[in-house]
């Protein structure tokens, strides 16, 4: 028998020839895979090394490859990138387009470039040669915001004013960031010009148009914010000037040069500004001045002997070539000394002020609180009396004129009531008016606000006249008069202008007064006759058409024989020349009696009707006494 190993010798070279041949197959498939992958992989190999050497303002462009299927997937990419870029730059075209002053910055993190339109440059004025096609440097950036103290706006999300401090003109931007692990946005708005405009407007809320210093509101809010935080403050003074000759200036030449006047003369007092002096404008011709940390009172007392001098040699030329030299007077009051909050000082500073020009205009005296406590109303009531002019503070009381004939009312007299608490009486007011040089002012807040309450109560008026107290040496001017009747629709011949008593009369102001009056159908009346200015030869003059017999002349009448005579020749005078007589300040029958039975036309005191805001009519109880009285008397009613 032949050996197994020589029978299946064919068989076993047969399977290692197979599997040698399997195994060639495999090794020539892989090697064959590997060749065909490396050759198939290349053209992708270097399109992604095209991509990774690109910066993001190349142009992306491959080599064919020769394959249809990577050479339309080149193309889809460099298709997709270049409109990502126009999408990019039609977003920074957008913003360029509408013309708003905004810029837009996209910080991606661990990126060379930072993208950034081109408004950003030019708001924050950064070097063009690290930005191009819409891209800037990444570490001129970072710099840059690092050495503006904005490297905050990177790391967290932000939003603040900035104001760019290394631009000829100034320019404020608003900043907003928006930040992740990723990136961070960044929006820039220009807001300069909403900067600039609210100050404009913060500057016309605060400052005086015409002289440029802090207007009387500015002026307090900085005193109070100074003297509140002034723990160390140790000496301070307030000047109040007044400035002497505007009348004169406004009153010759117009108010064009007394507004030169008012502006040379705050030059001078703002110089005050280099001492660390606040000043203000309080009104037309007043000026306020604080002077902190004076050092010494004869420090200060030396820098207004200066201010004096400077205004000494200003100068306005008027139109007929005359020079007037600006000229003030000025009252000084020392902080602590004098007072410790603003009311105090500018009391007092006003105080010393209102002594110097009562005696010599155009010199300053410091605050003497013996000549305050002595002419303290004054002082007190001279801020009461201009806000009392200002704001209108009065109200008008009608007290009824009554016919002594039926007890009718023929007319109410406008009896002014101040509503101040410190200004509590006419007499007050009028006091003050005159001290003040304010009488014009009285006059005219008399007829507005007698013309104005009439009108409001016309139907309890009906056609009962209205009796208006008037200052003899002030006119009001034909416009203002006949604008009053025009207004409140009142009848000329309804006005019946009560003479008040007051200084001496003015013989020249008087008869041009008078002839106003009747041009306007208007009656005149002469009140409390009979007491001080008011005699026999002011009816020579005025030839008034009533007269008011003073009630020093009818109190107690009924018991005094001397005060009949009295009235009886008043009436001897009156009644031919066609004259009625009214008899103020009734106060008793006894007075209403007798003066019933002289034969006086008309009554007014509290006992036959008091003043009264509400037009009211008499009491039938005194109509009735009074038609009582006139039937015994034997008159006909």
Known sequence: MLPESTLFRSSDRLQMTVMIAFAASIVLGIAGAVVGSYFFTRPIRQMVDEIRSKDVNDELKFQSSNAQEIDAL???IVSFYVNV???ASKESQIIELVNLPLGV???QRGTEKVFCTKKVIKMFMMNKKYYSRGYLDRKYFEDYLKEAGLEELLDKSWEKDYQIAHTIQQRWVHLKSLADEDKTLLTVLDITKDIYERQKIEYERDYDILTHLLNRRAFNRRMKQLLQEGSS???GAMIMWDLDNLKYVNDTYGHDYGDQYIQRAAVVFGGLARDGGIIGRISGDEFLAFVPDCGSKEWLLEKVEEVKRQLNNTRVVMPDGESIAVRASGGIAWYPHDGRNLDELRKYADFAMYDTKNSYKGVFKQFDRKAYEKDAFLLQGREQLNKLIEDELVNYAFQ?????KDGSVAAYEALMRPIMEDLASPADV????ISQSRLPDIEKLTFCKAFEEYASQRDAFGDRKLFVNSIPNQILSEELLYSLFERYQIGMDTLFVEMIESEQTDIGIMEDKIQMLKAFHAQLAVDDFGAGYSSESTLLYMQPDYVKLDMSIVRDIHRDKDRQALAV???NYTRPRGIKVIAEGVETAEEMETLISLGID?????????PDTVVKDVDEKIQREIKELNEKAGKRI
Do not use: W
């Open 74 to 76: 080149e193309n889809a």
């Open 85 to 87: 870029r126009q999408n």
């Open 105 to 107: 910055v996209e910080y």
């Open 233 to 235: 403050l140790t000496l």
């Open 400 to 404: 009824p004129i009554v016919s002594t």
């Open 430 to 433: 009028m006091r003050l008016a």
């Open 569 to 571: 020749s008043t009436l």
């Open 602 to 610: 008309y009554l007014q005191g509290f006992y036959v009707g008091r």
